[in-house]
């Protein structure tokens, strides 16, 4: 019996080294995710979405251009919103082996760090797409200006301006 005992705590002991190694080993990660965590993953940088460049003085030739950049923008835009949410709950792009080393005021921490991490990335993304969204609107008010000024004249009387 006594040597079942042994056995079992020299089998715990190995157990323990080899999480503690472990741990040291993968140190540098624990810290990236408790203390140095940016984002990089799920930040709308990481897609490039350029906003597209809208003229402030709409050319009815411009408006095809301005329509393919808008798409291509928002399409850039629904790839990060998906990254973004598939990251969601916050300690979910934790690897399941890096968690399982961490203790658990490493992981308060980790998620601490990361939800403010997520609410900034969230929030610089929100103003990039409310700035665009409030320049698609101005632009297309811009045009609708310009269509009505165009109908406008079209119903003018074939005389008028003559004399």
Not at 18 to 29: F, I, M, T, Y
Not at 60 to 84: E, H, I, K, M
Request: a negative charge; hydrophobic letters at 45%.
């Amino acid at each position: 019996m006594r040597a079942a005992w042994v056995v079992a705590l020299t089998v715990l002991s190995s157990n323990a080294f080899a999480d503690e190694q472990a741990r040291l080993a993968r140190q540098a990660e624990i810290e990236y995710y408790t203390s140095h965590y940016d984002g990089a993953d799920i930040s709308l940088g990481r897609f490039n979405c350029q906003p597209p460049s809208i003229p402030t003085r709409p050319a009815l030739a411009s408006g095809p251009a301005v329509t393919r950049a808008l798409a291509a923008w928002r399409s850039c835009y629904d790839q990060f919103l998906a990254n973004y949410n598939a990251a969601l709950p916050v300690g979910k792009s934790i690897p399941p082996d890096l968690a399982d080393l961490m203790t658990d005021d490493e992981i308060d921490a980790a998620q601490t760090l990361m939800s403010e991490v997520f609410v900034r990335v969230a929030d610089e993304a929100k103003r990039q797409a409310d700035a665009v969204t409030l320049s698609q609107a101005a632009w297309e008010g811009r045009r609708g200006d310009i269509a009505l000024s165009a109908r406008d004249l079209s119903r003018l009387p074939e005389t008028a301006g003559k004399r």
